[in-house]
């Protein structure tokens, strides 16, 4: 089964009721998608330019969820014209950012995929009226906790943000103590029936991409000057190439698409609207140090996707078999008890036989770097190296047993060097020059 284009058409917001209308079409298939923004909002922000602006680069973003299902050469935008940056930025997120879904669909494809709109040459958009205060997405894991952590130290005024909120999201907003701001989202119920049938397409998509538009909506409409978002440095390495590109699971949390989307955001907004990630300049095993320095949000978060599905949370907050859950307890082993780490996740990961497998992908020593978002190759292999040391993990089963083998495959010198660069903050971020001193004095 095969289209020639997937078309965008023009979105509507009901400012009455909150209510946003996402219209699509795949070949003869119509598709709705719909947002409902919470109560409180400013009415009068619809009327203005930049929402516009910004109403129609959302409607373009989650399109992707529709435009998979058939994955066309040509996405149509219609009626919605973009700048030449906004064109870049619909293609990134139509190529790059479906990477993963080309690689595992076998689609080699992504330099025939073109973006159809009619270009816009007018004028940049007023800039609206923005209160200086920061919108804070919080996905339940430990990233965005490190962030609030962060936040709440320097003195920065912040609202917790999140999509369809359930499960581990709702109990770190619980224990931040901060009045939220919830977004519902919902899709197609035909687009989710058709992507299980045969002859239509399934896989990953940008997820991030899509909640910083939905973000980035919100701020306008409740009036935020910055969308801070926690994506950590590991978060730029790929996991394979594939159509003579690199893939990357994680690529709209990635440096690159972070200054792509930022200017797009800018520009849309006559330079009002910030966004950054706060955690930019820190591994994934600093940031677990960080963490770890307070245990109040030891019981409510969560990393695993294994049970965190789009229905709600279903199980444990933790499975203990999946990369993420063993990525996740590795990082944070250097800087954790046995007692308090196995207390988290309901059981010592890093002793369990049955795990071998998945340390040794994560660590390099086998298969490729999983469809996760999980940190660095070697990120992984420092830690569990770190771990040998430590009297409280060394007589461990997966460290005793990869121990030996990441010292063959990449020496002591080079992970040890490798740890010690963990722990050292990269100058490649978008902070704003005053944020990032007192974010980096913090965090050292």
């Known amino acids: 089964m095969s289209v020639e284009s997937f078309s965008v058409l023009s979105p509507s917001f009901d400012a009455t009721t909150g209510l946003v209308r996402f219209p699509y079409r795949l070949g003869g298939l119509p598709f709705t998608e719909t947002l409902g923004f919470p109560e409180g909002f400013d009415a009068s922000v619809a009327g203005t330019a930049s929402f516009q602006k910004l109403l129609e680069l959302t409607a373009v973003v989650l399109g992707v969820s529709y435009y998979k299902l058939l994955a066309p050469l040509t996405v149509d935008c219609g009626a919605i014209a973009l700048t030449a940056d906004e064109a870049a930025l619909a293609l990134d ?87 939220p701001l919830y977004v519902t989202r919902a899709l197609d119920k035909e687009m989710i029936r058709l992507a299980k049938m045969p002859g239509y397409l399934n896989g990953h998509v940008p997820s991030t991409a899509i909640n910083s538009m939905i973000a980035a909506l919100t701020a306008l409409l409740f009036g935020y000057d910055r969308i801070l978002l926690s994506n950590e440095r590991s978060a730029s390495e790929g996991n394979a190439v594939f159509d003579g590109r690199e893939v990357n699971h994680q690529h709209s949390k990635s440096l690159d698409f972070e200054a792509m989307i930022a200017g797009v955001l800018a520009g849309a907004t006559g330079g009002a609207l910030g966004y950054f990630s706060l955690l930019r300049p820190f591994s994934e095993a600093h940031i677990a140090a960080l963490f770890a320095r307070e245990d109040r949000f030891d019981a409510v978060f969560s990393s695993c996707n294994q049970n965190f599905r789009i229905a709600g949370h279903d199980g444990p907050l933790w499975c203990g078999k999946c990369p993420k859950c063993h990525f996740v307890f590795l990082i944070l082993a250097p800087a954790m008890s046995r007692a308090r780490l196995s207390g988290i996740f309901g059981a010592d990961l890093l002793d369990k036989r049955e795990n071998l497998a998945s340390f040794r992908t994560l660590t390099g020593l086998a298969g490729q770097k999983p469809w996760e978002c999980v940190g660095e190759i070697l ?50 971020h978008l902070l704003p020059p005053d944020l990032a001193g007192r974010i980096l004095a913090d965090a050292s």
């Open 93 to 179: 997120i139509y190529t790059n950012g479906l990477g993963e879904f080309y690689a595992r669909n076998g689609l080699a494809q992504m330099d025939r995929v073109q973006i159809r709109a009619a270009p816009d040459t007018g004028p940049r958009p007023a800039a609206p009226l923005l209160a200086a205060r920061a919108l804070l997405p919080i996905g339940g894991g430990k990233d965005s906790l490190v962030s609030v952590q962060l936040l709440e130290h320097a003195g920065i005024d912040f609202t917790p943000f999140a999509v369809n909120a359930k499960g581990p999201i709702l109990s770190s907003v619980e224990t931040i103590g901060r009045a």
């Open 379 to 428: 990120e992984a292999a420092a830690c569990l190296h770190q771990l040998s040391k430590i009297p409280d993990w060394s007589d461990h089963e997966i460290v005793r047993v990869l121990g030996p083998e990441l010292l063959a495959q990449y020496g002591e010198a080079r992970l040890e060097s490798a740890y010690s660069e963990l722990m050292k903050p990269d100058a490649r």
